[in-house]
């Protein structure tokens, strides 16, 4: 069986409202595609990891420990998904190697060590299972050529190189809780590793759908 990578931002499990219908509905698609693919879910912190580390910040926190804050979120994310999906692991893997050598239809876990996002830990396990494509479920529709929150006019890209993004973000990490909708190290593992890209809307479940199995979506691809 070929293997998918999905990292879908915290943002897309627990905005400021909880939508326990969605999360369902969600893990009810992981199901549905873990009977073509075997799948690795990535869960992130999202709104309420940002606010933790907003806090630590403003108490004079250090970088790692916020990002270790940041990583505790994900992993209370990750056990959500994990609880509701019932056919994957209970215990949430603290790094990448753990991760793959567990046996489950389906293996979901956030995040590792600190500097770098859940989107990293996607990109690498997408390199370590040498899978067929790297999800990154957002809460944007896309990549667009200006931030879309800034200007009315910014338009989505369908395709754009990994070279391209390195050129306009670079590749290192910048500081916890910094919300784009790829984190820069991941690109670097994009690139080394060739692994096929998708952005997509993580809460427009049909899309989502679309692209995990690897058809025609509304979102973008990274060209490797
Ligand atoms: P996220 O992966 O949720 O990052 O981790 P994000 O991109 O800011 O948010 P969403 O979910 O995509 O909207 C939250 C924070 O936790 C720390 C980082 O500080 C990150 O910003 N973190 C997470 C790590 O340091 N290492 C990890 O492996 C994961």
């Keep these: 069986m070929k293997t998918v990578v999905v990292s879908i931002g915290g943002s897309v499990v627990l905005s400021d409202e909880a939508d326990a219908l969605f999360l369902k509905k969600l893990t009810t698609l992981f199901k549905k595609i873990s009977n073509e693919y075997k799948l690795y879910v990535?869960?992130?912190?999202?709104?309420i990891a940002r606010r933790y580390i907003q806090l630590g910040r403003e108490l004079g926190f250090d970088e790692d420990t916020l990002d270790l804050i940041g990583i505790e979120v994900t992993r209370v994310n990750a056990r959500?998904?994990?609880?509701?999906?019932?056919?994957?692991?209970?215990?949430?893997?603290?790094?990448?190697?753990?991760?793959?050598?567990?046996?489950?239809?389906?293996?979901?876990?956030g995040g590792?060590?600190?500097?770098?996002?859940?989107?990293l830990v996607g990109a690498e396990l997408a390199e370590k299972t040498h899978a067929v494509?790297?999800?990154n479920a957002t809460n944007v529709d896309g990549i667009y050529d200006?931030?879309?929150?800034?200007?009315?006019?910014?338009?989505?890209?369908k395709k754009v190189t990994i070279d391209s993004l390195i050129i306009q973000y670079?590749?290192?990490?910048?500081?916890a809780g910094k919300n784009i909708f790829m984190d820069e190290p991941?690109?670097?593992?994009?690139?080394?590793?060739?692994i096929t890209t998708y952005i997509v809307?993580?809460?427009?479940l049909d899309q989502l759908e679309k692209a995990l199995m690897g058809q025609p979506f509304d979102g973008t691809i990274i060209l490797v």
């Design 146 to 157: 200006k931030d879309p929150n800034k200007y009315k006019d910014a338009k989505q890209l």
């Design 133 to 135: 494509r790297f999800v």
């Design 112 to 119: 590792t060590d600190p500097k770098h996002s859940t989107d």
């Design 42 to 47: 990535i869960v992130g912190g999202g709104n």
């Design 80 to 109: 959500i998904i994990t609880n509701l999906l019932g056919i994957s692991n209970e215990e949430i893997p603290h790094i990448t190697n753990e991760a793959i050598k567990l046996n489950f239809p389906i293996i979901v876990m």
């Design 201 to 204: 809307n993580g809460k427009r």
């Design 186 to 194: 991941a690109l670097e593992i994009i690139k080394r590793s060739k």
């Design 170 to 175: 670079g590749t290192t990490w910048d500081a």
